[in-house]
């Protein structure tokens, strides 16, 4: 499956067939930076990206390769895995891939990469199976994200995620508005607004063949009523939709009625067209009440309207459909022809951005159709990639009994969600809502299995949050009980994610728990005293004493 970079343009997400070399790519990339140094910009967070089509290639394949690589890296502490990746590839884009350039932990997780995952994807990508070729797709990747992404510090090997390896937020919840502002995609190569700012003389040329084009569609009709027949036609040109889209803008209401019946005829293929989707809009900013209520049926019609929201360039439209809506028989269709597809929409790339916001617009009576399915369905939608997100806005937008009814279905399934890559962000979610009540729900269906849970990836995470809340106080000597008295101790305190969960179980215990727990450590501590994990083991020791 495909995994785009979110804000890559579309173009680009669906690039297919073999890719260029990555040795050209990681070229690229390189003279990329150096261009950037002599103009006096920083490296690592220039602005510009080389539009090569082999630096392109490599960089859609890697990125996608470094994102299923994600689940499965083993990083130490410090480090935000897929930042990791990025940083330490970006590293080998500069030319310091050599490991004493390298710090550590960004060398084991690029190698992890590159190993494990990179090098084993040649027939999909067309890479070759070495670990050189690569690390320099990689370099491309990590280079384009960077720049296609300014707002990741690449200072720091910890990123945004906590105090080790951990992230309390999902990682790719980011961007509530769909796959980039849609003022980003004023051409179909996608290069405007990957770089960041351009200079003032491409911005005038461009406003110059933007207003040539629109002079040369004025030329060609005179009044919007000759354009009928033709409208299809003229809507899917970027230059004959901003020509329509001023006409609307100048012309109001007049200009509307003059090509509406056509423009109804054919809605649903303009709200998924890369640039008929910005004259709907237009439509329903500029639209009556009537024909906005027009405008709804007949895509609400069939359920066409799941179809639409689930197209990358219509979820746009149907978002602003939801945006734009102002009756109670306007809200009444759209609930109804999103309701049988809700499902769907949450799970899909474009289609969950819709759902969030309805979240957001209609309002919690009105959105109940979404608390329903994210009810019942809730380990469906809690373990899934874009799922875990919405939930988490379902649970920010919800009246008092939406959002108990939707908790206490998340703590019944707590085990299974805390040991999930997205589910246990839901779980951590709902223990930082500070809520006493749902916090030892979770907390009581976790019992019997902390020490086996802090030594998984995922749920380590969950048991550190559970141990660190306010209050609970029995729940909380409950944790520290089981590791005291559990056979796999010997284990946590070597274990890369166990081992973090001993240490905040002997921060927070204090008096004869406290005790317990450092007597029941005493006799591995020779075995500590070799290893990372152990020595911090030790400083917590010592230091509490």
Do not use: W
Not at 21 to 45: E, R, S, T, V
Not at 252 to 279: C, K, Q, R, W
Not at 445 to 454: I, R, T
Not at 492 to 506: F, H, K, P, T
């Amino acid at each position: 499956p495909q995994l785009p970079h979110p804000g890559l343009p579309p173009p680009l997400n669906g690039l297919t067939g073999a890719s260029p070399p990555p040795q050209a790519a990681a070229a690229a990339a390189l003279q990329q930076q150096q261009q950037l140094a002599a103009a006096g910009m920083n490296p690592l967070l220039g602005g510009a990206i080389a539009q090569s089509p082999e630096y392109v290639a490599a960089y859609t394949a890697a990125y996608q390769a470094a994102l299923m690589s994600q689940p499965n890296m083993l990083p130490g502490p410090g480090v935000n895995p897929q930042l990791a990746a990025l940083q330490a590839a970006q590293a080998a884009a500069l030319g310091s891939y050599a490991p004493p350039a390298m710090p550590n932990l960004q060398q084991q997780v690029l190698a992890a990469a590159v190993q494990q995952h990179l090098a084993g994807m040649q027939a999909p990508y067309n890479y070759p199976g070495n670990a050189a070729a690569a690390a320099a797709a990689a370099a491309a990747a990590a280079a384009a994200a960077a720049a296609n992404a300014g707002r990741m510090h690449l200072g720091a090997p910890g990123g945004p995620g906590g105090p080790h390896h951990r992230e309390s937020m999902h990682p790719f919840d980011r961007d509530e508005g769909g796959r980039g502002d849609h003022k980003q995609r004023g051409s179909k190569s996608g290069k405007e607004g990957r770089g960041g700012p351009r200079r003032g003389n491409d911005r005038d040329k461009d406003a110059n063949n933007h207003d040539e084009g629109i002079a040369h569609f004025s030329a060609r009709f005179q009044n919007l009523e000759d354009v009928a027949g033709q409208l299809m036609s003229i809507a899917q040109d970027q230059n004959g939709c901003r020509f329509l889209q001023r006409k609307f803008d100048e012309g109001g209401a007049s200009a509307i009625a003059a090509v509406f019946t056509e423009l109804l005829e054919h809605v649903t293929e303009l709200m998924m067209d890369p640039f008929g989707n910005y004259l709907v809009q237009k439509l329903l900013d500029r639209c009556s009440e009537e024909q906005r209520l027009d405008v709804l049926k007949h895509v609400c019609e069939n359920g066409r309207i799941v179809d639409v929201a689930l197209n990358t360039h219509g979820t746009r439209a149907v978002q602003k459909l939801i945006e734009t809506l102002t009756s109670r028989e306007q809200r009444a269709l759209v609930i109804s022809a999103l309701g049988p597809g809700v499902v769907s929409l949450i799970k899909d790339l474009n289609g969950n951005h819709v759902v969030q916001r309805c979240l957001q617009r209609l309002g919690p009576d009105d959105s109940q159709f979404v608390y329903d399915a994210a009810k019942a369905h809730c380990v469906e939608i809690a373990t899934h990639r874009h799922g875990c997100c919405v939930l988490q806005r379902c649970i920010d937008f919800a009246t008092p009994t939406q959002k108990a009814e939707l908790v206490g279905e998340i703590a019944k399934h707590a085990l299974a969600l805390s040991q999930d890559a997205f589910g246990n962000y839901v779980v951590q979610y709902v223990l930082e809502l500070g809520q006493t009540e749902s916090s030892r729900a979770i907390m009581n269906m976790l019992v019997g299995n902390y020490a086996e849970l802090s030594m998984q990836k995922f749920s380590s995470n969950v048991v550190e949050k559970c141990l660190k809340l306010g209050g609970l106080d029995a729940e909380r000597q409950i944790i520290v009980q089981e590791l005291v008295a559990s056979s796999l101790l010997p284990r946590l305190l070597q274990d890369s994610y166990g081992n973090y969960v001993v240490q905040s179980a002997l921060a927070i215990s204090n008096g004869p728990l406290h005790q317990d727990l450092v007597d029941a450590i005493k006799p591995f501590l020779p075995s500590l005293r070799g290893t990372p994990h152990g020595k911090r083991i030790l400083q917590k020791i010592n230091g509490k004493v």
